[in-house]
Structures are given as C-alpha cells and as structure tokens.
C-alpha cells in the first residue's frame, strides 16, 4: 500500500513526535496519545472487540475518521482505569 487509512498505537508523547514526523505523508490518521502513558496501556481486547463490532454494525459506511473517534473513548478510558489519578487532558 502506498498509504495507511489508520495506525493507532500505544506509546508515549516524545515516541508519538518522532513517529507522527516519519509517517508524514503515509498515514492518513495517527491515533496515538500526545502525552505520557500509563504503564499498563491500552485495553487491547476492548479497542479490538469495538472495532469489530463497528465493522459488524457499520460495513458498508465505516470510514476512518468516524472508526478513530469511537475508538478514543475506549483508549480514554482504559488509560483512566490504568491510571485514575491522572490530570492528562484527552482530545477527539
């Protein structure tokens, strides 16, 4: 492929700009937190479970942009969970 619909990955803010800046131009959307994260990261079985059961509900309109946003949430909350003392400020 020559360009990537969408990458979400779990790493911290300092991995996040370095990658953001080598990926420039091949992924269409990086979603990947901007700030530290917690050690036990994401929820992977909840991310995954919710992205099949978008692609279940929602086949034929499913677009990128409309799968990176449901999918903060579950991300959000798995940090929260991980780390509920945390003062980090999401963004959708």
């Not at 917690?38 to 978008?54: D, E, F, H, I, R």
């Not at 929602?58 to 990128?64: A, K, P, S, V, Y």
């Not at 409309?66 to 903060?72: I, W």
């Amino acid at each position: 492929r020559e360009q990537l619909e969408m990458l979400a990955i779990d790493s911290c803010q300092t991995q996040f700009l370095e990658l953001a800046y080598e990926l420039e131009g091949q992924v269409e959307v990086l979603l990947a937190p901007q700030y530290w994260v917690p050690t036990a990261g994401w929820n992977y079985t909840s991310v995954l479970q919710t992205w099949k059961k978008l692609a279940r509900q929602h086949r034929d309109e499913l677009d990128t942009i409309f799968l990176a946003r449901q999918l903060v949430p579950v991300i959000i909350d798995a940090y929260e969970k991980s780390s509920p003392d945390s003062q980090a400020e999401y963004f959708v």
